[in-house]
């Protein structure tokens, strides 16, 4: 296992998944401009490393994945600095939603404001049992700042969305997973062995395809049926063209597993 030193967050890789952990439990591993710089470090890391094949992100201790942004910070921000300010953090959870490689989200306790807005910028959500999800910001007089009224309202549907963000209400894990806001529910001592486990499913297969298969879902959200069609074709010859897809087609036919090479 390789790791490099950051002072708010845990970086570790190991079997080509790199173990992104936010490191801040006393304050419920709170987003400061530090946290945020340091994530983005990080991601940029897991973006630009081959041997990276899929990203694990989780929050230190059983209280908190994240809880929010540090509102201290909020203080001393005027409307064009925060107007920044949410700006820099979009720009964050747009690298980790758009590098390229499947990041798996494990859930740990609370998951509010920034946090679950975090959790939505990730490929896939795993929570414990004990998680808790909102978007609160109305209490403080804002609202959403890092995407969460777009990829919420995107993921769960405008209505319930909009419940969420009007009210400024939690919901538990398991209302989360009937919702579609995460991927599956589990018990906080099998939180980090699934997520590895989807991972190491995932390491199993084509490096291309798994990033033409992001990049179709993902780009194809925003365009209109006919055009993601034609998007999804065009990926679809370009996997023809590797030879990834001859070793899958040859091991398929052979009965044995697969050797990808991301070629």
Known sequence: MSTSPFENL???????????????????NTLNADTLQELSRAFQSVRDDDDVRVAILTG???????????INEFTALGGTEAETFAARGQALFTLIESCGKPIIAAVNGF???GGNELALACTIRIASGNARFGQPEV?????????????????????RALQLILTGDMVQADEALRIGLVNEVVSAAELLPRAEAIAKKIIANAPIAIRYCLDAVSKGLEMSLSEGLAYEAALFGLCFATADKDEGTSAFLEKRAPQFKGV
């Open 10 to 28: 845990r970086y570790e890789k190991k079997n080509q998944i790199a173990f992104i952990t936010i490191a801040r439990p006393k304050v419920l």
């Open 60 to 70: 230190e201790g059983e209280k908190a994945f994240v809880a929010g942004a540090d």
């Open 111 to 113: 998951a509010l404001g």
């Open 139 to 159: 209490k403080l007089g804002i609202i959403p700042g890092y995407g969460g009224t777009q990829r919420l309202a995107r993921l769960v549907g405008k209505s």
